[in-house]
Nanobody
Framework: QVQLVESGGGLVQAGGSLRLSCAASGLTFIRYAMAWFRQAPGKEREFVAV????????DYADSVKGRFTISRDNAKNTVYLQMNSLKPEDTAVYYC?????????????????WGQGTQVTVSS
């Protein structure tokens, strides 16, 4: 059974930093592209960042470029999202997702497995 478990969310002041982690089990991690999405109250789930199977290719939403960094440790079956210079508009539930096709896409429908999410709240 595939499980993706996010951690590291919390409450932080604007300008602060958080590091999210997503631990994967029940799948061959190196075969999957991994991504982070987020969903704010009353809004649709949106793409944040994606990393390919090797970690050699990444892509970001324009709204987080230069502030967020996605990385992975294939030995630990874990993907990370380092978030710096956080803004109140970054407040959302952040979800980890896995895509067996390795396409590094940005659409929700492209992802096969999802975590339960971790809340990030940025106060002004």
């Amino acid at each position: 059974q595939v499980q993706l478990v996010e951690s590291g969310g919390g409450l932080v002041q604007a300008g602060g930093s958080l590091r999210l982690s997503c631990a994967a089990s029940g799948l061959t991690f190196i075969r999957y592209a991994m991504a982070w999405f987020r969903q704010a109250p009353g809004k649709e789930r949106e793409f944040v960042a994606v990393i390919n199977w090797s970690g050699g290719s990444t892509d970001y939403a324009d709204s987080v470029k230069g502030r967020f960094t996605i990385s992975r440790d294939n030995a630990k079956n874990t993907v990370y999202l380092q978030m710096n210079s956080l803004k109140p508009e970054d407040t959302a539930v952040y979800y980890c997702a896995a895509d067996r096709s390795r396409r590094t896409g940005k659409a929700v429908y492209e992802y096969d497995y999802w975590g339960q999410g971790t809340q990030v709240t940025v106060s002004s």
